[in-house]
């Protein structure tokens, strides 16, 4: 099962880089729809199909056996509902909401598979929400790129007008591709997380305003990016230029020798140390 798991969390950016040779229409001419097509109307409607469908379907009783786990929904500026979750921060904080940690899982992942690994983050104190992307598990709509940099930027919106003291992002292979262009369109949080996204997607047919490069700040400061060089899925050589960028404004960057790609590592004492690293970063 654990075999099958990782193959799958690493399936989604394959595909995506094999989808990349193939020549097709480019995006649809509306911008008003946010589900249009950006990255080819026929590549990027069969990526999201294939990845969506390698990441099964939702178990929706995974959340009863995490401590402090419980189902929300979010209604996006088009009427579309996303299922997800939140896991209650299990420290009181001292004054007022510690803060909110959101997530943004890989590409070929569903929430609920992340539950149990990201209880550890809400023992630190702060509120855990993660989503299912657009058109994934229970979530409507239809899996796109714009649509889902949108929803995670009206998202990070609504929690951050909740009277949280500190704002947390933490991105994942695809996900880290979506926190990237959220940053890039200006909000304001503390710190990030980004683990083994490309440098580029325009590479891949996607347009370049969507490059995750061309989305770090200034000051990167508030980031971590990391990038595994056993990784084969993400390569080190996808993510140099991302890591020389963000390093050069101020971000923390690590090239790991016994990392690959995140929830793949070789062994569980990696995988530990690995997470390890990204919450000293999030909460130092």
Sequence with gaps: MKAFLDWRRGAGFLLWLTLSNMAFAASDSSDEDPEQTVCGWFKERLAFASWSAVAGAPNPQAWRGVQGAAPVSFKTRDGRVLAGYKISARQAPSVGHSGFLL??????????????????FAER??????YDYRGYGASQGKPRLKAIVGDYREIFQAHSASGYERKLLYGISFGGVVMLNVIGRGIQFDKAVIDSAPSRVSTLGCPAEYDPVGKL??????????????????????????????RARGAKTLAAEPFAHPFMDADAAIHGQRQKIVQEHLFD
């Design 103 to 120: 997530v943004a899982q890989g590409n070929a992942m569903l929430a609920d598979q992340l539950l149990l690994e990201l209880s550890a």
């Design 217 to 246: 700040p200034a000051d990167s400061s508030p980031l971590l990016i990391i990038s595994g060089l056993q990784d084969t899925v993400v390569r080190p050589s996808e993510m140099r230029e991302l890591l020389e960028v963000a």
């Design 125 to 130: 104190g702060v509120d855990v929400f993660i």
